[in-house]
């Protein structure tokens, strides 16, 4: 959009600009430039306008973007054009994502680089490789308190590491994603270190204080995320004589982006990890950009506009880049994340879907989706050009933050719900299989979140221990149901390292004294490829859990219906314990349609094949099912699904 002012101020900009970056052949920058420069130009104006550096501001950020335009490389340019003509890329039915931390998957970056055959043999072929920036060895929140940006942790290997990876899974068809912790540092970042010093300059890229007048008006409304390891958002720094803003850990210093010079510092922290090779960078803890006093300090729409601004300026220097917005929050916000354009994302193109992720979990405890049909009823429809990230399990806990109205009109109390899943996945509640941990128990409210391995919470290390033979075949048609939910659902799904041939919660964390305190490491294996190559020896439980996961992928990468594009429809019926949805290619060249039905009680239950056909669905033809390529057991009209199981129905050829 051409708009005089700002563009008078961008000719001004241009003019300024050093003559080492004037000689070089920028013309794509230029062009993107021109074309984004009204919208950076807004943001940066009503976030920063009323600083008297703000040109001066404004000068260092548009020569920030050019450097990194010069510094990245040929083939990552040329796969930004593919990228910016093929602009619905992300939203293909053929990506499957893995999340894992490289020391317990391969034991470094090298040894992932040898594991990816392993991957693809699975049909994996998009890797969120854990944080592994620089971290001080003990109070590193498993590396999410930076101490260095630009290095990684020599445990890992080396930035040339990163760079070898990213070739390897380029020229693989597969994507890498890498962490930017945007909100906060570790107390040992050279920031940190030169505010302890005294340093005016550095101390403002945090909230620091003399005294607890300010503070204490903060902590009147902002929650505590970690009551039982971190109370409190604010710590006394004796060395520095201040207090500064702690919203995580002690040793987390949250960054004030109320200091253009933070943002500028991190959108160039983005762009160089993108010019390593990061197809996707994930922004951590985004909705805690910003903070205001007689708030919460989340979900401020300044912390919106950040996110904007830092999209904008990514799609002038790296426009093939995605953004993944880390915002474990309520529907109604986590949508926010996305943007407020009406078709494209102009914030974050993807976002974790964390309140299918708990649906998902409750109706495996109650054995019924009443409130997985009700949450999912009332999820907003995303934009157009953006993606959710369905999951099951990740490196965080289990937050149980339905909606109260949702429970309450599925015949529940809020409160007395929520205290029983975490008894039912802790293994308190009596005839409970689930073998997980509470996490982040708040006794002054009473709330807890849950940790565990994915095949622990479902029961197989309770049926491992039995060796009840029955048990163990109906958890693992349970954790494939699990998986065909969010490979079904639309968007992008998101695995986690080991679940895929049932790896159990994980002691050894416990003999770490950096660990033992924080149980979400129980979930955080390192593998045992012991276990993994009993993937080939027939009958083994690895094997039916890799196998069966591996065709579900395959299946889901034929199916064009699985493309995320708005084309999901919820299905209400009347058996509680079923979940319906029909998914639909809008292309009006692909008719391909399938009907998902999971259930989710432990005896069969039947789908009433009456009130689709009055839907027009399968309403003539045989039924056959994607998954398993058989046809179901059909009596008077109605499909009888097993226990625990599910089916991705579509017509007979």
């Keep these: 959009m051409y708009e005089q002012v700002s563009h008078a101020l961008l000719n001004s900009i241009l003019d300024e600009l050093s003559h080492e970056i004037c000689r070089e052949d920028i013309r794509h920058f230029y062009t993107r430039l021109g074309a984004n420069f009204y919208a950076i130009h807004s943001l940066f104006h009503h976030l920063y306008g009323h600083r008297e550096d703000f040109k001066t501001q404004m000068i260092r950020l548009t020569e920030r973007l050019a450097r990194a335009y010069i510094e990245r490389p040929l083939e990552l340019k040329r796969l930004d054009m ?10 293909s039915q053929h990506w499957i994502g893995m999340a894992l931390y490289s020391d317990g998957f391969a034991g470094n970056l090298s040894g992932l680089l040898e594991r990816l055959p392993y991957l693809q043999e699975l049909g994996v072929n998009l890797i969120h490789v854990m944080p592994i920036l620089e971290c001080p060895r003990g109070a590193s929140d498993g590396g999410y308190a930076v101490s260095d940006f630009r290095n990684i942790d020599p445990r890992a290997g080396t930035v040339e590491d990163v760079r070898r990876l990213a070739e390897s899974m380029r020229h693989r068809g597969m994507l890498l994603t890498l962490d930017v912790v ?6 040992e970042h050279a920031w940190a270190q030169q505010a302890r010093a005294g340093d005016p300059e550095h101390q403002a890229f945090y909230y620091c204080f003399p005294n607890r007048d300010i503070p204490d008006m903060f902590e009147a409304t902002m929650p505590e995320i970690f009551p039982e390891t971190a109370p409190g958002n604010f710590t006394w720094d004796e060395t520095m004589g201040q207090w500064v803003m702690t919203v995580f850990n002690t040793y987390q210093w949250d960054l004030n982006y109320s200091n253009p010079a933070v943002f500028i510092e991190m959108v160039d922290i983005i762009l160089f990890w993108a010019n390593q090779g990061a197809d996707i960078i994930r922004l951590d803890a985004v909705a805690f950009l910003w903070k205001k006093i007689g708030t919460t300090c989340q979900n401020e729409r300044e912390a919106h506009l950040i996110l904007q601004l830092m999209k904008d300026c990514c799609q002038v220097t790296a426009p093939g880049v995605l953004f993944i917005a880390e915002a474990i929050v309520a529907p109604s916000e986590i949508i926010k994340y996305f943007g407020e354009d009406a078709v494209i994302a102009k914030e974050c193109e993807i976002a974790y879907n964390a309140t299918f992720m708990a649906l998902l979990w409750d109706a495996v405890a109650t054995k019924n989706a009443k409130l997985l ?11 157009d050009r953006a993606t959710w990230l369905n999951y099951l399990r990740c490196h965080d806990d289990i937050g149980l933050g339905f909606d109260d109205a949702d429970i309450r009109a599925c015949g529940y109390e809020p409160y007395a719900h929520r205290g029983f899943l975490v008894d ?10 689930a073998r997980g941990r509470p996490f982040g128990v708040n006794l002054k409210t009473g ?7 994915l095949a622990s919470l479902a029961g197989l290390e309770t049926a491992l221990e039995s060796a009840d033979e029955e048990a163990i075949e109906h958890i693992i048609d349970l954790i494939l149901t699990l998986h065909a939910m969010i490979l079904s659902f639309g968007g992008i799904p998101l695995l986690w390292y080991g679940d895929e041939i049932g790896t159990l919660n994980d002691f050894s964390f416990l003999d770490d004294r950096d660990k033992a305190s924080d149980n979400r490491w129980i979930h955080r294996p390192r593998i045992d490829w012991s276990r993994a190559e009993r993937r080939h020896t027939s009958a083994t ?9 591996k065709r579900l992928i395959a299946v889901r990468k034929d199916t064009t219906a699985f493309a995320d594009f708005n084309n999901r429809e919820l299905i209400e019926v009347e058996n509680p314990h079923l979940f319906v949805f029909l998914r639909t290619h809008p292309s009006a060249t ?8 999971a259930n989710f009680d432990a005896a069969p239950q039947y789908l009433d094949l009456d009130c689709l056909s009055r839907r027009g669905l399968f309403r003539y033809g045989q039924i056959i099912d994607l998954a398993s390529g058989q046809t179901p057991a059909i009596f008077n009209n109605r499909i009888v699904i097993p226990a625990h199981r599910f089916y991705w129905l579509a017509k007979g050829i």
């Design 182 to 187: 945007v909100n906060h540092t570790s107390d």
């Design 447 to 453: 709330d807890a979140r849950i940790a565990g391995a």
């Design 590 to 597: 692909d008719s391909s349609t399938v009907l998902v039905a």
């Design 373 to 383: 049909n009700q949450g999912i009823k009332n999820l907003p429809n995303k934009l």
């Design 541 to 549: 439980l690895e094997r039916r859990l890799f196998e069966g996961l």
């Design 82 to 91: 593919a990228r910016e003509e093929d602009h619905t890329w992300f939203l």
């Design 424 to 433: 039912w996945f802790t293994g308190k509640f009596e005839g409970s299989p």
